[in-house]
């Protein structure tokens, strides 16, 4: 479904002779809203659901990434030339040599807690990643080391979304418009939703 037909879908679902009148730059901004939506909703439920997963799935990349302890790596760097997305959230890191260790992801607020405790030293068998202003830092690289970093990717593109997506993100549009204009039938919609969640 592109951007003309997933307009075209939502005008079908909120069509009545009492709804207003939406520009498709104006039914744009709903589309955008939803797959905003849609995303973080499913984000939440990432880990813990192949239902996520598979409606998420085209937004999943991996790359690979140089880290040297010291050296930031911009976040924007890692999308490379891809047109309407750009780094999301990050799912998992590990290094791409042997030995294939899993990379530790911490809290900025965790790292004084981390380098201080003797227990967990940062090393190349037990290296950390941290984000702190926009950008990556690493501990226990001390050569430069490749390391696969997977991401969720983010949009507000219909189109980049796998097409199994597309009427799901079309429903939630029509709901934002409903609920814009104060729609009785958007408490009808709310109804199901909630009902289909039981």
């Known amino acids: 479904m592109d951007a003309t037909s997933s307009k075209a879908r939502v005008r079908n679902i909120i069509d009545s002779e009492t709804t207003a009148y939406f520009s ?14 849609f995303i973080q909703q499913y984000y939440m439920a990432f880990e813990t659901t192949q239902d996520s997963r598979d409606k998420l799935q085209d937004l999943v990349t991996s790359v690979d990434q140089a880290f040297i302890d010291g050296t930031a790596v911009v976040i924007g760097t890692m999308d490379g030339d891809t047109s309407g997305l750009e780094y999301g959230r990050l799912l998992s890191a590990y290094v791409k040599s042997n030995p294939n260790v899993n990379v530790k992801v911490i809290q900025i607020s965790d790292i004084s807690a981390y380098l201080n405790d003797p227990f967990n ?8 990643i941290y984000f702190k ?14 390391v696969v970093v997977t991401y969720l990717q983010y949009t ?25 204009l104060g729609d009785p039938r958007y408490q009808m919609v709310q109804a199901e939703i909630t009902e289909r969640r039981v």
Do not use: W
């Not at 498709?24 to 939506?37: I, P, R, T, Y």
């Not at 202003?133 to 490749?146: C, D, K, L, R």
């Open 133 to 146: 202003e926009g950008n990556i830092y690493s501990i226990g690289f001390t050569s430069s080391t490749t």
């Open 156 to 180: 507000t593109d219909i189109t980049k979304l796998n097409a199994t997506t597309h009427e799901e993100v079309c429903q939630i549009a029509a709901r934002k418009v409903l609920a814009t």
């Open 24 to 37: 498709d730059s104006e039914l744009g901004e709903f589309l955008k809203m939803a797959v905003d939506e």
């Open 121 to 128: 030293k940062a090393d190349s068998s037990n290296p950390v």
